[in-house]
T-cell receptor
């Protein structure tokens, strides 16, 4: 499975934008880039996913490099509630029907200062 | 609507006892996953169900671990003869399908402590 690399931790100030980077230099053409986050004492929650084009939803934006070897999750205005561990995960669209589990790395711990 | 429900939320057991952890997925979700998360660690995949069958059991750490799913709905993870290293948060997730386009919906987990 293709791996991702993320910084262990980042800090942000409340109401400022946050850019969370992810490197995935061995990504294959059929891998989608998914982001999940895990708030303290909760299970992970889905944030966003994309293949090639930049994606936006109510939670965040996903900017994908042209060569797809890196991506950036953008939180436009961080709030205290955004303090969490953010996971960048590759998920193959051709899973062969057997399984398509998510393989979690250690993620980026985002701290948001008031 | 109702999310993924796990019970109990906390379980303390003595070493050597058996435990059962329950997961109620979102209604209609055919894919169900079990993960565990040890203190300060990332999530470790255990087993995947599609309907009632488990085509991927590759993450079960030993034969003391087993899981079943009945009626394409509720799943139970059983740990026999628990050991202290089994202490962790056990997370269940469900998804409408195993497609790359179907996000996983996680419960809040069962925190298992083996004394």
């Amino acid at each position: 499975d293709a791996k991702t690399t993320q910084p262990n931790s980042m800090e942000s100030n409340e109401e400022e934008p946050v850019h969370l980077p992810c490197n995935h230099s061995t990504i294959s053409g059929t891998d989608y880039i998914h982001w999940y986050r895990q708030l303290p004492s909760q299970g992970p929650e889905y944030v966003i996913h994309g293949l090639t084009s930049n994606v936006n939803n109510r939670m965040a934006s996903l900017a994908i490099a042209e060569d797809r070897k890196s991506s950036t999750l953008i939180l436009h205005r961080a709030t205290l509630r955004d303090a969490a561990v953010y996971y960048c995960i590759l998920r193959d669209m051709n899973y062969g029907g057997a399984t398509n589990k998510l393989i979690f790395g250690t993620g980026t711990l985002l701290a948001v200062q008031p | 609507g109702a999310g993924v429900s796990q019970s109990p939320s906390n379980k303390v057991t003595e070493k050597g006892k058996d435990v059962e952890l329950r997961c109620d997925p979102i209604s209609g979700h055919t894919a169900l996953y079990w993960y565990r998360q040890s203190l300060g660690q990332g999530l470790e995949f255990l087993i995947y169900f599609q309907g009632n069958s488990a085509p991927d059991k590759s993450g079960l750490p030993s034969d003391r671990f087993s899981a079943e799913r009945t009626g394409g709905s509720v799943s139970t993870l059983t740990i026999q003869r628990t050991q202290q290293e089994d202490s962790a948060v056990y997370l269940c997730a469900s998804s409408p399908s195993p497609s790359y386009n179907s996000p996983l919906h996680f419960g809040n987990g069962t925190r298992l402590t083996v004394t």
